[in-house]
């Protein structure tokens, strides 16, 4: 697929979004979960946040898509997660795992483990984030020596090239590296977006929501298409919010005004170069 007939697929992926206003369920960071809501919202999906057991099940049922991201733990998403991912990997449907934070306590640890059975449609993640993931699944490029600082990257992201690759092949889905510059790919095709506001490093929830917003596009395009579409959609908002306003508190909102005015045309012809040697 080269970069013009992606560049089309995006286009049609956003004004698709925006006409069936897919439902996202999603089991979130407690810190973000306003602000994923909200960009899912912008972006012409509809919200559902919860985090019981039975609720993460059902609405993985009744979802056209789902996110989990395991930002902040509690106690019962030992049991919530794992049975929202058997739902949603049972019911061939499509979900986005962030794994925050990923080596920084026994039970996200344990959690994160387990998804590996469950094959998550996209994964979205720092560098940091993707190495230590393909190291705690035993794949290329992976490792558990990966260094994680909380939920910052300490790492470039070509630096988790082999390892996104070797997650995407895994999975059968695809996996976006975010950083300066992001990096997606599917295992075997693999682009660079740019675009985006170092602002974005002064919020909380850049990345959450970006992985909320990947949800919305999985439920009407491809996987690779999907996460292409939501690093575009952001690099794109998040160049123009700067432009527009003094500080990261004035620059929520106005990001968020970005995505939801943002045409089709415009996102698609966010930069984007393509780079499938391995």
């Not at 794994?99 to 059975?117: N, W, Y």
């Amino acid at each position: 697929m080269q970069v013009e007939e992606i560049k089309t697929k995006i286009k049609a992926a956003v004004i698709a979004a925006k006409k069936a206003k897919p439902l996202v369920g999603s089991i979130t960071n407690a810190v973000t979960i306003n602000f994923v809501a909200n960009a899912q919202l912008a972006a012409g999906g509809s919200a559902a946040m919860v985090y019981l057991p039975d609720e993460g099940q059902t609405l993985a049922q009744l979802s056209n898509a789902f996110y989990i991201n395991v930002g902040t733990m509690l106690p019962i998403y030992a049991e919530a997660l794992p049975k929202t991912a058997a739902v949603l990997a049972a019911s061939n449907k499509p979900w986005v795992l962030d794994p925050v934070a990923i080596g920084i306590g026994s039970l996200r640890t344990d959690i994160l483990r387990k998804f590996k059975e469950y094959k998550p449609t996209i994964i979205r993640g720092n560098a940091s984030e993707i190495i230590a993931l393909a190291g705690l699944w035993n794949l290329e490029g992976g490792s558990l020596l990966s260094k994680v600082r909380g939920v910052d990257a300490t790492e470039d992201v070509n630096t988790a090239r082999k390892a996104a690759e070797a997650l995407a092949a895994y999975t059968g889905g695809a996996v976006a590296v975010s950083g300066v510059i992001d990096l997606i790919t599917d295992g075997d095709s693999t682009v660079y977006s740019y675009g985006g506001s170092l602002l974005m490093e002064r919020i909380t929830g850049a990345g959450c929501s970006l992985g909320g917003v990947m949800g919305v596009y999985a439920a009407v395009a491809d996987p690779f298409i999907a996460a292409v579409t939501g690093s575009a959609l952001y690099n794109v908002a998040g160049s123009l919010a700067a432009a527009k306003v003094s500080g990261p508190g004035s620059f929520i909102a106005q990001f968020l005004d970005e995505i939801f005015l943002l045409s089709a045309e415009e996102i698609g012809n966010n930069k984007l170069e393509k780079d499938d040697k391995i």
